[in-house]
């Protein structure tokens, strides 16, 4: 959303770098009280990982590593709300930058998008309506911003079509539908994969966009190259 905005912008860099590194406390909050990142915890193991970001910052400190203003202002504010409910320092409304209310609107709509907890990954559009209805939460205007640019069907989102099939997107128009799909399953087989891209007029044969499928729900894995 920032290369959008401004490809120049010398906060990039750096935002991206704060971005990447504002969670890598909790792996070192692993111990016999939080066995692992990757269980249904406790309230008890969840209150220890929100010093997720006092602990990477102490580490930092330690290493001797100077984070650039950018950098620290992301690790440190990145889990912060507009009404305080945040976490470490409970900061609200003006003391969080235009740059902090955008990282925490993408984030909360990575974390809604994602399985968490046992709790099921909801589409883009749920992931919207439940941040819309935080009310105070969030900045409204950016998650405007975001709708507007990456739409109901996101790039890399798995789409389930009326015809059984089902395909990443690849591409978007610039309403938001897709116009190349990599197909991966058709449900009349669910036993075989494929794999085509289609798109243009091809994409009528695969019949109606239904929904944002979830890609547990029918075995599939995004490849990581």
């Not at 591409?171 to 991966?184: A, E, F, Q, S």
């Amino acid at each position: 959303m920032l290369l959008l905005h401004d490809p120049h912008d010398a906060q990039i860099r750096e935002t991206v770098l704060g971005t990447l590194l504002h969670t890598m406390g909790k792996p070192l909050l692993v111990n016999a009280n939080l066995p692992s990142l990757k269980v249904n915890m406790n309230p008890a193991q969840k209150a220890i990982l929100r010093s997720h970001v006092t602990v990477l910052c102490q580490t930092l400190s330690k290493l001797g590593w100077e984070m650039s203003p950018v950098c620290r202002e992301v690790i440190e504010n990145a889990n912060e709300r507009l009404d305080g409910s945040g976490y470490p320092a409970g900061k609200s409304g003006t003391q969080l930058s235009p740059l902090v209310r955008l990282v925490s609107v993408i984030k909360a709509v990575n974390t809604l998008r994602h399985a968490r907890n046992s709790i099921s990954p909801r589409t883009p559009l749920e992931a919207y309506r439940k941040i819309h209805e935080a009310h105070d939460v969030y900045d409204k205007s950016l998650l405007v911003k975001y709708i507007q640019i990456y739409g109901p069907y996101p790039i890399g989102s798995l789409a389930k079509f009326s015809a059984g099939f089902l395909g990443w997107i690849l591409d978007i128009d610039n309403k938001g539908r897709p116009t190349v799909v990599h197909l991966v399953k058709n449900l009349r087989f669910p036993d075989t994969n494929i794999s085509s891209v289609v798109s243009k007029g091809d994409l009528a044969q695969v019949g109606k966009l239904v929904n944002i499928a979830n890609q547990q729900e029918y075995g599939l894995k995004v490849q990581k190259l």
